[in-house]
């Protein structure tokens, strides 16, 4: 929208030369200046610079849609109202059908908990054929951290699915819909992303994940992070939003967890009066750990979904989500994914939602259950 | 005024100058056929140029008032008693806001992901739309979307329990005959959404709004904010920072305070700086649970 030409607008010729000949040539490039500005830099009269200007907008402003529109778009359209189902049904239930289409979910947990058994789950769900529940497309997985194992992938699909991964060829053919990526460098993946915008339509592709987008840059120490006045991921962060909404797929991204630092603040200068005992139970003071990716990721992403440790259980929160109360899941990893130990969540009322805690857990999986 | 400030282009202004009109005065006893030989230029160029700083002069000795454009304070309370408001659906925040979210100023609502700026956006597009009789405004409502975080599930979801709760809040008897009307489709049907994905298409639409809204009737606008904020040393902020601020007219800050969500005035230049407690439940904002933590004037 931004980048449409005046060229193809329609504008009077004279103004539109002038345009042109000042090299004003899309509608960001007009609509970045003021109306004074374009006055002296076209030396024309304000009234045709309004005028150009009122008509450049309505043509580079952004269609709208009534809600009620939307929502039948996604109802008629879409597979399950524009939901992919994690088959885990106290998950699926608070998000309202499951991960959704057209938005980035975001898994957030420290090293070892599941949330790489997660993506793998994931990956076969939307890879199986529709009449097995599946979204029968393919799904590109981009790797950073060369964790994805294929081994563990066809155990998952067969013992979760027996059914379909004893018939001859299945196997195959549903780890032959799985794409692997695997990026080595920031450059790298941000070239990947690039090219996959391509192919998204082309190729059926029905599910993309990230798994992690920390990984290539946990190398900088934070000062640089906050020196820069640009997040390193802040193109591929706002790309990939789009790239969901484009293209109406689910987009699972994880991320890491790092400790805290001691001068991140959690008050707001008007709350520094109220001293009273609700300050002192801080949720900061029992978890050191935090989303790796920082708060401008956190407001990008639809759904987070924290996975942490402690008391001796694993759980799965729902720690943001438009459409979910906070809810907590206590889950273990099997042989056939990750499966909830309990469909009932556990509310979670207050920031703690969002707090991670890591302490300590048996890393063993158990293979027998 | 001097000609060097009116709307003209500047290669047309620095004739008039060269030529020795720098006044309006000097440009309203001239001819058209004398200024245009005066100036070099066609007659008709300088009909228009006269056009113009007649309607500037007209408007610095407009008989209306003193200063145009000008309204008296009186006329100005007069209008503010009638100003209408929003409700946010939760009392406490309603009353801390002098009633709700007030139509003709600028609202910034700012806070930490997840603290329910969103949701309350959301709640304000449906209850704009709570019909006159209900207490409610009858109108419409766009909802200009920078962040891609509107899902229209939860918007219907809010709409739903809003028609539900109106007959407690409004108790008359002729619900049940309206209720054919109402249905949560209607309120999703007068949300207009825009999705906006780069600050061009922002500054297009804001311009675009005008005709936009001339064209439909009884609109009433809610460009949710969303600001992020930056950790900064030891204390917080809004990511948008002060020049923006200048800007709004209200600030609300939303917030956790221990396990409750809470909404702070930040700015307001008629409201006193206060904070009230508020939940986001599956029918959208409500009052919170605990009544005891209330309004707290700062």
């Known amino acids: ?369 | 005024m001097e000609v060097s400030s009116l709307p003209l282009s500047p290669s047309q202004r620095g004739k008039l100058i060269a030529a020795g009109y720098t006044t309006l005065s000097s440009l309203s006893s001239v001819s058209a056929p004398d200024l245009a030989r005066d100036l070099n230029i066609s007659e008709h160029e300088a009909i228009e140029i006269l056009k113009v700083s007649s309607q500037s002069s007209k408007k610095i000795d407009g008989c209306h008032a003193i200063v145009t454009g000008a309204q008296t304070a009186w006329d100005m309370l007069y209008e503010e008693e009638f100003m209408t408001r929003i409700t946010t659906s939760c009392a406490d925040l309603d009353n801390i806001l002098g009633g709700g979210i007030s139509c003709k100023e600028v609202t910034e609502i700012g806070g930490v992901p997840g603290i329910g700026k969103t949701q309350l956006g959301i709640q304000l597009a449906v209850n704009v739309q709570i019909p006159i009789d209900y207490g409610g405004l009858g109108g419409k409502a766009v909802y200009i979307d920078t962040e891609g975080s509107f899902m229209v599930e939860r918007v219907f979801q809010v709409a739903e329990a809003c028609i539900e709760d109106m007959p407690y809040n409004y108790p008359q008897k002729d619900f049940q005959a309206r209720k054919n009307k109402m249905q949560p489709e209607n309120f999703l049907a007068n949300i207009f959404y825009f999705r906006v994905c780069s600050y061009t298409e922002q500054i297009a639409l804001i311009n675009y709004l005008d005709k936009f809204v001339a064209e439909n009737k009884d609109v009433v606008l809610l460009n949710q904010v969303t600001t992020k904020f930056n950790e900064g040393s030891y204390q917080l902020t809004l990511a948008l920072g002060d020049s923006w601020s200048h800007a709004c007219t209200n600030r609300i800050i939303l917030y956790w305070n221990g396990n409750e969500r809470y909404a702070y005035i930040d700015k307001s230049p008629s409201l006193q700086s206060a904070s009230a407690a508020y939940s986001v439940t599956g029918k959208g904002i409500r009052d919170a649970a605990s009544h005891c933590k209330r309004v707290r004037i700062m």
């Open chain 1, 1 to 369: 929208m931004a980048n449409k030409l005046i060229s193809q607008m329609g504008l009077p010729k004279s103004i539109g030369n002038i345009l042109a000949a000042r090299n004003i040539l899309t509608a960001k490039d007009a609509l970045s200046l003021t109306e004074f500005e374009l006055m002296e830099l076209l030396d024309v009269g304000l009234s045709e610079v309004t005028s150009a200007v009122a008509l450049i907008s309505e043509i580079a402003c952004p269609p709208y849609q009534t809600a009620l529109s939307l929502m039948q778009e996604r109802v008629q359209n879409e597979y399950l109202a524009g939901h992919l189902p994690t088959r885990l049904k106290g998950l699926d239930e608070a998000l309202l059908g499951g991960v959704p289409f057209g938005a980035v979910t975001e898994l957030v947990g420290p090293a070892g908990i599941g949330k790489t058994q997660f993506c793998l789950k994931l990956s076969l769900l939307a890879a199986l054929p529709a009449n097995y529940g599946g979204l029968n497309g393919r799904v590109i997985y981009i790797d950073t951290e060369s964790k994805f194992s294929s081994r563990r992938m066809i155990e998952i699909g067969a013992t979760s699915f027996p059914e379909i991964f004893h018939l001859d060829g299945m196997a195959q053919e549903m780890a032959g819909r799985i794409l692997v990526l695997r990026p080595a460098s920031l450059p790298e993946f941000t070239e990947n992303l690039e090219q996959i915008k391509l192919s998204l339509l082309q190729h059926q592709v029905k599910l993309l994940i990230i798994d992690s987008m920390t990984a290539l840059v946990s190398g900088e120490s934070d000062k640089d992070l906050k020196a820069s006045k640009q997040h390193p991921l802040g193109w591929h962060i706002s790309y990939v939003k789009s790239l969901a909404e484009f293209s109406r797929i689910p987009i699972v991204v994880t991320n890491q967890v790092r400790s805290q630092n001691s001068n991140e603040s959690f008050h707001y200068p008007f709350q520094v009066w109220n001293n009273d005992e609700s300050m002192k139970d801080l949720p900061r003071m029992e978890s050191h750990l935090v989303a790796a990716l920082g708060i401008h990721w956190a407001h990008a992403v639809t759904i987070r979904l924290v996975l942490e440790a402690h008391s001796g259980k694993r759980f799965i929160k729902v720690a943001k989500s438009p459409v979910s109360p906070s809810l907590a899941f206590p889950f273990v990893v099997t042989s056939s994914g990750i499966s909830l130990v309990s469909d009932d969540g556990i509310e979670i009322p207050g920031p703690e939602i969002s707090a991670i805690h890591c302490q300590g857990y048996d890393d063993i999986f158990d293979f027998n259950r």
